[in-house]
Structure formats: structure tokens, C-alpha cells
């Protein structure tokens, strides 16, 4: 089949899933995922692995448009007042995901360091992507929706920090050779430094630019071309993409007065291609996965879930966050994806003894977290009121007239 007729049929699924997940009263996202699962190695096969690397593009594309509007959110103004609350609520939810992780597979289930200091260090990452289409499916607005974005943001970085020292423990622990550790947490400070420092520059020339812009499409043609060039920069050079757009972001919304005008133009263009990029990532999960996690592909999803909400409501608590954050925040932090099989990925290249384990369980809980995921983060953005029928899509207004 043609690959054309196969992107339609993506774009396609997906609206029939995003209609499915109204009807039920779920994410888009969770629809969109189902609806790309069904036409997926696992069920149908219409788009196949192959097909689904071919597309990598867009996936690429969807997360440089995501983290760069996430970036919207860092208003030096408004971080003033909350900065060293939301640094802190990450720095315990991260943390505290990492510990009982490691405390579960390694006392618990009995495996080796190596293999629970690794998990647990992936474990502390969360995907932004899922989080935020639901918060832009619902139009929430309020206190949790505020602290939600910064943290999910700041999370892969503590995410990528904590990954760089787990493989320089796990290293030595497997090896009987001398292993640098310096060298080993050397590496990820360099990624995120170097991200965050791309990202800045690439964000001057853009503000520069988009201020002399003409037009709304100007404006949108340049934001995509620096974002995306961002992106494909920082993937050369083996740089956070996430951290880098997200500093594009930043940056422009710091220094342009009306930075609104251009985020808002912004959603206008980019609904597409998060629609593929979900259904694609549907296509991607494999149930044949399920199978082989067995107990310790459990107990990591186990362990993950409870690490996430209390330590993210220990954080919140410990800073002085009102209840709906402290009882929330943590169910809003379950998506996992992108940043976690990167991360896998490099294990199972560098420590091959342990990397297939690792990468089996970890593609397991991405699994199952891309499905549950954006359902806790609408069931905790409901509990904590900035889900309603003023802040409701209107399609869905129309459907419970």
C-alpha cells in the first residue's frame, strides 16, 4: 500500500478515535492511541514498524511544537513568585519515584543493583506530550493546570540527570574494569547545559525576527522553521530536543511583549499533527510486550504509579500547595514515553547484559501508561475543578445538550 494512502489512513483512525474517546467521555489522546493501536503490528497491520519509523519525522516535529509551547509557561514574572516551589515539587516527585522504584525491584523483587538502579532512574521521566493534549483538549485553566506544565518540563531534565549517575553505578557494578563515573555524570550535565544554552541562542534570533514579521503566516512560518531546526540541531549533536524547544519557547516569551499572539496562532496550525503523532504512537505499542514483563514488568508499573503520586504530593505539601495540588498533582504525571525508551535504548547499547531486560520492561510501562495516563491526568484536572462545562470543548457541550 502506498505510504500516502497509509498517512491518510493514520489521520483517519484517529479522528474516528478522538470521536470514540468523546462519546465515552475520555481524552482525545486515549482515543487517538486505541484508534492507532487497532491499525498496528498488534492487530490489523496496516501500518506496519516500518512504516511506523518512516513517520519518525512527524513524531519529531509534534514533540519540538509541544516543548516549545510548553516554554510558554516560564514567564520570569510569574516564576518569581512559584520557582522554588515548582523546583522542589519536581525535585520530590522525581526523587521519590526513583526510590520507591529501586526500593521495589532491588529489596522486593530481588534483582540485581545494576538492573534496579537503571529502571529506577528511567522510571522519574514523564511525557509531556500526553498531559498537555488533554489540558488543551479541556481549556483548563487554574492553580493545577499552572504547576502541571514547568513540572513536566522540568522532570526530564532531574530525569536525564539521575540516568547519567544510575549508569555510572551500574557500570561499575557489572564490570570489573575501571569506569570513569566523572566522565559518565559528565555526559548528561553537557546535554542538558548544551540544550538549554542551544536553545537560548536559537530563541534571541527568532524574537529578533518574529517582532519584524508581517503577517501571521510569517510569523507561524518562522516560528516552525526555527523550532524544527531547533529540533534537528539538537539531535545532531545529541542534545535533550525537549530541552531545547522548550528554551526556544521560553526565551521568545520572555523577551517578546506579546508572546500570546503567538502561541495562540500557533494552536491554530499544529491540532494535525498532534492527531498523527498520537495515533502513530498507537500504532507503535506491541501487546505481545504485555506477555514478557510478567512480575517485574508489574511491579515496576506498580511501584512507578505510587512513587509519582506521593512523592509529587509530599512535594506540594512540603511548599505549602493547596489540597487540589497536593492530592492531584501526581495523577496528572503517570504519561510516560519518549525520553523513557530513549533512554532504554542507551542502556541496552551500553550495558548489553542488562539493557534487553531493561528495555522490555520499560516498553511495557509505556504501554500501559500512554493508555492510563491521559485518563488519570482528566480524572485529576475534574477532581480539582478546572474541568467544567465553561472550560468543555464546544463539540462536546453540543453532545451532553
Known amino acids: 500500500m502506498n505510504v500516502l494512502v497509509k498517512l491518510g489512513i493514520v489521520l483517519l483512525i484517529g479522528i474516528l478515535g478522538g470521536r470514540l474517546a468523546k462519546v465515552l467521555h475520555l481524552p482525545y489522546v486515549t482515543g487517538y492511541l486505541i484508534g492507532g493501536l487497532l491499525v498496528g503490528p498488534s492487530f490489523f497491520n496496516v501500518i506496519t514498524d516500518e512504516n511506523v519509523k518512516a513517520f519518525s519525522i512527524v513524531n519529531e516535529i509534534a514533540l519540538a511544537a509541544i516543548a516549545f509551547s510548553i516554554g510558554s509557561e516560564f514567564l520570569i514574572e510569574e516564576l518569581k513568585k512559584v520557582g522554588k516551589k515548582i523546583f522542589v515539587l519536581t525535585l520530590m516527585e522525581s526523587l521519590g519515584t526513583v526510590v520507591v522504584v529501586f526500593i521495589t525491584t532491588y529489596f522486593l523483587l530481588n534483582q540485581s543493583f545494576a538492573l534496579s538502579i537503571l529502571l529506577s532512574s528511567i522510571a522519574a521521566a514523564t511525557a509531556p506530550a500526553a498531559t498537555t493534549m488533554v489540558i488543551r483538549q479541556y481549556n483548563t485553566k487554574g492553580p493545577l493546570t499552572?504547576?502541571?506544565?514547568?513540572?513536566?518540563?522540568?522532570?526530564?531534565?532531574?530525569?536525564?540527570?539521575?540516568?547519567?549517575?544510575?549508569?555510572?553505578?551500574?557500570?561499575?557494578?557489572?564490570?570489573?574494569?575501571?569506569?570513569?563515573?566523572?566522565?559518565?555524570?559528565?555526559?548528561?550535565?553537557?546535554?542538558?547545559?548544551?540544550?538549554?544554552?542551544?536553545?537560548?541562542?536559537?530563541?534571541?534570533?527568532?524574537?529578533?525576527?518574529?517582532?519584524?514579521?508581517k503577517s501571521e503566516e510569517e510569523m507561524v512560518g518562522l516560528v516552525l522553521a526555527f523550532t524544527i531546526s531547533g529540533a534537528g540541531i539538537a539531535t545532531a549533536?545529541?542534545?535533550?530536543?525537549?530541552?531545547?524547544?522548550?528554551?526556544?519557547?521560553?526565551?521568545?516569551?520572555?523577551?517578546?511583549?506579546?508572546?500570546?499572539?503567538?502561541?495562540?496562532?500557533?494552536?491554530?496550525?499544529?491540532?494535525?499533527?498532534?492527531?498523527?503523532?498520537?495515533?502513530?504512537?498507537?500504532?507503535?505499542?506491541?501487546?505481545?510486550?504485555?506477555?514478557?514483563?510478567?512480575?517485574?514488568?508489574?511491579?515496576?508499573?506498580?511501584?512507578?504509579?505510587?512513587?509519582?503520586?506521593?512523592?509529587?504530593?509530599?512535594?506540594?505539601?512540603?511548599?505549602?500547595?493547596?489540597?487540589?495540588?497536593?492530592?492531584?498533582?501526581?495523577?496528572?504525571?503517570?504519561?510516560?514515553?519518549?525520553?523513557?525508551?530513549?533512554?532504554?535504548?542507551?542502556?541496552?547499547?551500553?550495558?548489553?547484559?542488562?539493557?534487553?531486560?531493561?528495555?522490555?520492561?520499560?516498553?511495557?510501562?509505556?504501554?500501559?501508561?500512554?493508555?492510563?495516563?491521559?485518563?488519570?491526568?482528566?480524572?485529576?484536572?475534574?477532581?480539582?475543578?478546572?474541568?467544567?462545562?465553561?472550560?468543555?470543548?464546544?463539540?462536546?457541550?453540543?453532545?451532553?445538550?
Open 146 to 213: 499552572k504547576t502541571i506544565l514547568p513540572v513536566v518540563a522540568i522532570d526530564d531534565a532531574i530525569c536525564v540527570m539521575c540516568f547519567g549517575i544510575a549508569m555510572a553505578l551500574a557500570k561499575t557494578s557489572v564490570s570489573s574494569s575501571n569506569v570513569s563515573i566523572l566522565k559518565m555524570i559528565s555526559y548528561p550535565v553537557i546535554e542538558i547545559f548544551g540544550s538549554l544554552f542551544l536553545g537560548i541562542v536559537i530563541g534571541l534570533l527568532l524574537t529578533f525576527l518574529v517582532n519584524k514579521a
Open 237 to 401: 549533536f545529541h542534545l535533550s530536543l525537549i530541552l531545547t524547544c522548550m528554551m526556544i519557547g521560553v526565551t521568545l516569551t520572555n523577551l517578546m511583549r506579546n508572546h500570546i499572539r503567538v502561541f495562540n496562532a500557533l494552536n491554530r496550525f499544529t491540532p494535525p499533527i498532534y492527531l498523527f503523532f498520537f495515533t502513530l504512537a498507537g500504532a507503535s505499542l506491541h501487546l505481545n510486550v504485555l506477555g514478557k514483563i510478567g512480575v517485574m514488568g508489574i511491579g515496576y508499573v506498580v511501584a512507578r504509579s505510587v512513587g509519582k503520586i506521593f512523592g509529587a504530593g509530599m512535594g506540594a505539601k512540603m511548599v505549602g500547595y493547596d489540597d487540589n495540588i497536593v492530592k492531584n498533582i501526581g495523577l496528572s504525571l503517570l504519561p510516560q514515553a519518549g525520553v523513557a525508551i530513549g533512554l532504554s535504548m542507551i542502556a541496552k547499547q551500553q550495558i548489553p547484559e542488562l539493557g534487553g531486560t531493561v528495555s522490555t520492561i520499560i516498553l511495557g510501562g509505556v504501554f500501559v501508561f500512554e493508555i492510563i495516563g491521559p485518563i488519570a491526568a482528566k480524572i485529576a484536572l475534574t477532581r480539582a475543578g478546572e474541568i467544567d462545562k465553561k472550560n468543555m470543548p464546544v463539540l462536546e457541550k453540543a453532545t451532553e445538550v
